[in-house]
């Protein structure tokens, strides 16, 4: 990873400036990633705090927890927490506004109290789909499930607290810290020849060893804040999606007995509760042309995942 110059002057001291950087759900897919990659990053102290450290179920006690934690100006908190269930958010809708809409909004003002900033992450659900090109931040957000509400409303919160604050939309989350789709596909054809996954269900894949890399450039204060898009660049299904992991498993010498994905319709999944959006690729042009990065594709993330993939 590129290391990063976080250098603060002080008319007082010569000693360099340390940013502190809290990443709450730090046992999670992308948290893990977050928490193990920037400790490499020079200049900055990451605090990687778990359910157990910071409970967004309890909104009142979540913020008193996190205001145990001595940070302030020059510094970030970064929110990967939430209820992601989006079936399990239909069926408790209360827990879900209190861990994705009422906990990041005390979170985002008591980061803006301290002149910190927040990066919160975000989701593509907050979109219907209806759209046949990619969502850009200026596109009006019309959630179909409960989760997306919940998530939107948690945007919107962050984003009222502070102008520093930064919500990043993410989507299809994958990665080694925890199981996800790609995951659940590889294993299933290692004992069985036949997989099948939904073709008409559109986004793009985020791999969170490049979220790691790119999220960084949130940490340099000079980037503005307010709403970002940020995936590897592309667009597929989850067919695609689920058949291409299968040939960069088996390129890679695992013993997969198929790489063939039978179509199924979103419309078939009947044990679906939540109505998901059927395309909600995000545009990723806003971050490239703030930072300078230019994601890769999501194809050369999964190979590269696969390169070193064990069950």
């Not at 099948?196 to 791999?207: E, G, I, L, M, R």
Request: with cysteine; hydrophobic share 40%; glycine share 6%.
């Amino acid at each position: 990873m590129v290391g990063m110059n976080f250098l603060q002057p002080s008319a007082f001291s010569l000693q360099p400036f340390v940013m502190k950087v809290l990443i709450l759900g730090s046992n999670g897919r992308l948290g893990s990633a977050l928490a193990r990659r920037w400790k490499e990053l020079p200049d900055v102290n990451v605090v990687a705090l778990t359910r157990a450290d910071i409970d967004l179920t309890d909104p009142v006690k979540a913020e008193a927890s996190l205001a145990t934690h001595e940070f302030g100006s020059g510094d970030v908190v970064v929110n990967c927490a939430a209820a992601t269930d989006v079936d399990g958010c239909e069926r408790d809708r209360e827990a879900a506004a209190r861990i994705n809409a009422e906990s990041p909004g005390r979170i985002a003002r008591l980061c803006a109290v301290r002149g910190a900033r927040l990066i919160h992450i975000g989701t593509d659900y907050v979109f219907d789909g209806s759209l046949d090109r990619p969502y850009t931040e200026e596109d009006d957000p019309k959630p179909l499930s409960h989760y997306g509400l919940t998530k939107l409303e948690g945007d919107r919160e962050v984003l009222t607290a502070s102008s520093l604050h930064c919500v990043v939309r993410v989507s299809w989350v994958f990665g080694p810290d925890k199981p996800s789709f790609v995951d659940a596909i590889a294993k299933r054809a290692l004992t069985s020849p036949e997989a099948a996954a939904v073709h008409d269900k559109t986004s793009a894949p985020s791999y969170t060893e490049d979220m790691a890399v790119w999220l960084a450039a949130f940490l340099k204060l000079t980037v503005p804040g307010g709403v970002y898009h940020l995936c590897n660049s592309g667009t597929c299904s989850w067919r695609d999606y689920g058949e291409y992991a299968l040939e960069c498993a088996k390129k890679n010498g695992i013993p997969v007995l198929t790489t063939t994905v039978a179509p199924l319709k979103l419309s078939d999944m009947k044990g679906f509760i939540a109505v998901r959006p059927p395309r909600t690729a995000l545009d990723i042009s806003k971050f490239k042309r703030v930072t300078g990065i230019t994601p890769r594709p999501w194809q050369e993330a999964v190979d590269e995942y696969f390169s070193t993939w064990r069950p």
